[in-house]
């Protein structure tokens, strides 16, 4: 009776480990296979390059490196001379333009009126040159109103500001630094648009939708993050194909017979609650998307 029942006991302790260990290896495969989660996330944002609209000399620095700055605060200044006298020249420009279109008007004027008395025979040939030579000076009034305000935008261009507010990287500009116009000298993080991307593999995508629950981890914070996806990426680049010379698809012969999951962008927009955490463009994080998947994690 004895050893019977020490049979039963041991048969029953197997059983109930080899269940325990089926159901362990089912929570492990559905958890790592099926459930949607990824430890491969970043945070990401919008970068502005920042970058002078006009040449030249930087006379003024009033910023630093990581600095935050708010939009429209002024980054650094050139030096303005050179603008100032582009911009006087101009006014006296327009100033003569003016001049000669009221000579122009008051020609034209004279002509209708000499040609509607009769006192003096005047010509076709002389009013249609009065004409021409007012609409010229009209035309050249305007031009030179325009090389006016292009002067004083060019003025108003060598205080460069900050387009949007966040923090200010990779800033090492002092004055007597020579700019030119367009090329970038400092990057500028949107901290408004801040996000996460998480790169799930193709196999999860059907359990992920837009507008579903998504919980942030980030590497090294204990607090949980929150936010929901707001996008999918609709392509991702195939690495098997390019173009060839003839603009044919160049497509690669060899096939790997181990063919792994391809990682899609899934585009995770941050709750407000959020802003509390330190956010850097780059920090890596585990992305849980549903109830399911927080369960699991």
């Known amino acids: 009776m004895k050893t019977k029942l020490l049979t039963l006991l041991r048969i029953a302790t197997t059983s109930a480990l080899a269940l325990a260990a089926g159901f ?119 031009q030179a109103a325009a090389d006016r305000d292009l002067a004083r935008l060019n003025l108003d261009r060598s205080e460069v500001r900050a387009s949007v507010s966040g923090p200010l990287t990779n800033f090492d500009l002092r004055p007597g630094v020579y700019v030119t116009a367009g090329k970038g000298v400092a990057a500028l993080i949107d901290a408004e648009s801040l996000y996460v991307d998480g790169y799930f593999e193709e196999t999860k995508l059907p359990m992920i939708h837009l507008g579903d629950r998504a919980e942030i981890h980030l590497m090294g914070e204990t607090r949980t993050i929150y936010g929901r996806v707001e996008g999918i990426a609709g392509g991702i680049e195939d690495r098997e194909r390019s173009a060839g010379t003839t603009m044919l698809p160049n497509v690669n012969p060899t096939f790997s017979w181990v063919r792994l999951a391809q990682r899609i962008p899934v585009r995770i927009a941050l709750d407000p609650a959020a802003g509390d955490v330190v956010m850097i463009a780059g920090r890596t994080a585990t992305v849980v998307i549903g109830a399911k998947s927080r369960r699991a994690l």
């Not at 935050?68 to 050179?82: N, P, Q, S, T």
């Not at 009221?102 to 010509?123: C, F, G, N, P, Q």
């Open 24 to 142: 362990v290896l089912w929570r492990l495969w559905d958890h790592y296979e099926t459930e949607p989660w990824t430890r491969d996330g970043r945070v990401r944002a919008d970068v502005v390059a920042v970058a002078a609209d006009v040449s030249g000399l930087v006379s003024e620095v009033l910023v630093h490196d990581d600095q935050f700055v708010r939009k429209g605060e002024a980054l650094f200044r050139i030096d303005r001379e050179r603008f100032v006298l582009a911009l006087r020249q101009a006014e006296a420009s327009l100033e003569g333009r003016a001049a000669a279109l009221d000579a122009a008007t008051k020609d034209l004027a004279r002509y209708r009126a000499l040609e509607a008395t009769k006192t003096i025979a005047v010509s076709k040939q002389q009013l249609d040159a009065a004409i021409s030579a007012h609409a010229q000076a009209q035309a050249a009034l305007r």
